[in-house]
């Protein structure tokens, strides 16, 4: 049942919980005053009847109550005296009111009858078993010595309600008590009269709830389902439906958003049209597409090939810096080297002064530096990689950690941690392996300014040898991973860019990568992979 609710439409569920609503208000609220309206009539014919043997009791004499009592005879002129007076009551409401005199004890739990109306079948002067709520209000006025009316109870067929006015004598004696029966069977009348209008009302209450209701929802769910079918109209690739503005509420805002998506989805449409055919797919609208699968793998198309683009376009930027290395290497490197000779000629005179010294090592110093850059350029510029070997990628990485352990302990605190697999073997060129590892450890070392702990791991990761390098240093931003690697971008004072830039090209012509994670103030990891040898890829 709850699965079929679901499937409904909105306006469906609305709806039945509308009228579900209103079941329950009316039936509640018809409950409440029916229950009120029987309490009501209850205590009325209760009160009634305990009036009319209130009355009766005091117009009937004690002396000639206990005449009757004394004598027992029902052709006695008092006895007929009584008689006559009782029937008074059943000639004024003959239908609802039956009207007796008992006497005030039971007689072996049984009600015994002294003066009974022609009405009544019981005999005068007789025991009858009557319903205990008769007996029990009977007890009850002849202890008080007062009216008492007892519960509603039911006999031969009908409901009714007894009320008990006790008859004193001289001496405060109960001699009997009039009691008179009132039939109460009127109150399922009432309830099925009652009822009948009720489910009247039921009937008329929810046809108008339902027709006024129905009214108001087309009213209000009208913006509702604009945007329903301008949704569907969007899914089937339309763009340029648009919906009506009609007010400020909060489905008049909803609209405006709607259709502020669809300008925005078909601007966006547009450019990817104008964008696949400035790449060469021609004669092609996606603002006009079946389905969005369509566009998006256009999307992905267009992705990739301007990630081709950037490739390409790296591609011609390296070989244009291969090219201008390879022309000004020459031309530079020797005029630097007879300079640097005369230096250091200068700097072995002792006639020297300890301050001139000091200035020739500093130009010896940036000459060094200026040969490492040029040497960097013609790295780039070789257009193969030297043979490829078995690389111990173990040792390898051992001897590099030694290597830089004294060059850490120089910088500042810095701890070298080292963590290796027994046994990995790459295929590569291992000096520049090397290099690619200096280079990397070096720049782990200067990023960690207030000292720390630089890590190497070296393991198999499926057909990768993997040197992970790793540092708490001072991290990097997303805008400065982006450009890392690139020409001439460093985040060091006096750095090139060319040493990263030379790592990458090692690695990618060893047919490996390099990956970088970083987050600014906690650290970086450089994550090295190189293929394995052969044989124990196939191990």
Not at 169 to 198: C, H, K, P, T, W
Not at 352 to 364: A, D, G, R, T, W
Not at 411 to 432: A, C, M, P, Q, Y
Not at 434 to 450: P, R
């Amino acid at each position: 049942m709850f699965k079929y609710f679901q499937k409904l439409t909105i306006n469906s569920k609305l709806m039945i919980l509308t009228l579900f609503i209103t079941f329950l208000v009316v039936i509640i609220t018809g409950g409440i005053s029916f229950f009120l309206q029987t309490k009501a009539m209850k205590e009325n014919l209760t009160s009634h009847v305990a009036e009319i043997s209130s009355l009766f009791s005091s117009t009937i004499s004690s002396q000639d109550l206990a005449e009757i009592i004394e004598l027992k005879d029902k052709t006695s002129p008092t006895y007929q005296k009584l008689a006559s007076h009782l029937n008074l009551i059943n000639e004024s409401d003959t239908k609802y009111l039956h009207a007796c005199i008992v006497a005030p004890k039971l007689i072996d739990n049984e009600v015994f009858f002294l003066v009974p109306s022609s009405k009544m079948t019981e005999e005068p002067f007789s025991t009858i078993d009557t319903k205990d709520e008769f007996k029990e209000a009977l007890l009850k006025s002849a202890y008080y010595k007062k009216v008492t009316h007892s519960k509603v109870y039911r006999e031969h067929g009908s409901y009714w309600i007894a009320a008990f006015a006790p008859i004193v004598d001289r001496n405060n004696q109960i001699l009997g008590a009039v009691a008179i029966s009132g039939d109460v069977s009127v109150i399922g009348s009432f309830f099925e009269e009652m009822l009948y209008y009720f489910s009247v009302i039921f009937i008329i209450i929810t046809c108008l709830v339902f027709y006024l209701f129905k009214w108001g929802l087309r009213k209000v769910l009208a913006p509702m389902n604009e945007i329903m079918n301008g949704i569907n109209e969007v899914s089937k690739g339309n763009f340029q439906v648009k919906l009506p503005a009609r007010d400020q509420s909060d489905l008049g805002k909803l609209t405006e958003r709607f259709n502020h998506m669809t300008e925005q989805l078909s601007l966006l449409f547009e450019r990817l049209t104008l964008t696949s055919k400035q790449l060469g797919k021609e004669g092609y609208s996606f603002r006009q597409a079946s389905a969005f699968e369509e566009a998006i793998g256009e999307m992905e198309h267009i992705i990739q090939r301007t990630k081709i683009l950037k490739e390409l376009q790296r591609a011609e930027k390296m070989n244009a810096i291969g090219q201008l290395a390879a022309s000004v290497a020459h031309e530079i490197r020797n005029p630097m080297t007879v300079v640097k000779g005369f230096l250091q000629i200068f700097k072995s005179k002792k006639e020297l002064s300890s301050e001139e010294q000091m200035f020739i090592k500093l130009m010896i110093d940036e000459m060094n530096r200026a040969e490492t850059i040029i040497n960097d350029y013609l790295s780039l510029a070789k257009p193969d990689m030297e043979s490829t070997e078995k690389v111990d990628a173990v040792d390898l990485a051992h001897k590099v950690m030694e290597l830089m352990n004294s060059y850490a302990l120089m910088s500042k605190n810095i701890n070298l941690d080292i963590f290796t697999e027994e046994e990995v073997f790459v295929n590569g060129n291992r000096s520049e392996l090397k290099q690619v590892l200096i280079n990397i450890l070096k720049n782990g070392i200067e990023a960690l300014k207030d000292g720390g702990t630089l890590s190497l791991r070296v393991y198999r990761n499926e057909s990768f040898g993997i040197f992970e390098v790793k540092d708490n240093g001072i991290g990097m931003t997303s805008e400065e991973l982006d450009r890392l690697g690139t020409a001439f971008y460093s985040l060091k004072e006096k750095g090139t860019g060319m040493g990263l830039m030379v790592c990458y090209q090692i690695i990618e012509r060893m047919k490996g990568r390099i990956d970088v994670v970083s987050e600014k103030n906690v650290g970086t990891t450089f994550t090295i992979s190189v293929p394995l040898d052969e044989e124990m890829r196939e191990s």
